[in-house]
């Protein structure tokens, strides 16, 4: 009990040193703290709104959007073994293509330049994966693949971050 105390006083901003107030203070019936005990709440009251207020419907729509590319894109790595048909690879790669249209459309709070450089990335993947014959093996493409793959994620963090997600 005296550790929530002193857990609920460093939050406050005052000093973690034990004392009445900081033992007494977790017990006290609501109302009858100490105005020390009562500072956080009119910042945590602050604070909640605008932490409410983040998910906007935009956020969630984009962070919608942008989950969805990111399974896109761990089914196209999972696909990625040398002994996988390009049918396969070609299909998780229009998985992707759609995720990242429906990511481009929808409202929120994403950086130009990181969805540009996102963009960018995954049209770099797109067209290594287009240049692949029908009849070839991935095991040549496999490591400039990986690699493409890995850019495209590098660049979806960037995103994710933007929008908070």
Known sequence: MA???AALMLLAGCSST??????TTPSRPVGTSSPTATTPSPSVVASSPSATA????SSTAACTA???FGDALASFKDDLQAGAAVADVRAARDQMVKALT???GAPGDVSP????ALKAAETRLDTAV?????????AEALGSLNQDASTVQAALSDVLADISC
């Not at 034990?18 to 033992?23: D, F, N, Y």
């Not at 983040?54 to 419907?57: C, E, K, L, M, V």
């Not at 330049?113 to 540009?116: C, G, P, S, T, Y």
Request: a negative charge; glycine letters at 10%.
């Open 3 to 5: 550790a929530l105390g």
């Open 18 to 23: 034990p004392g009445p107030s900081a033992t």
């Open 54 to 57: 983040t998910p906007s419907p």
């Open 66 to 68: 942008a989950n969805a």
């Open 102 to 104: 429906a990511l481009n």
């Open 113 to 116: 330049a990181h969805l540009d």
């Open 130 to 138: 287009k240049g692949i014959a029908d009849d070839d093996t991935l």
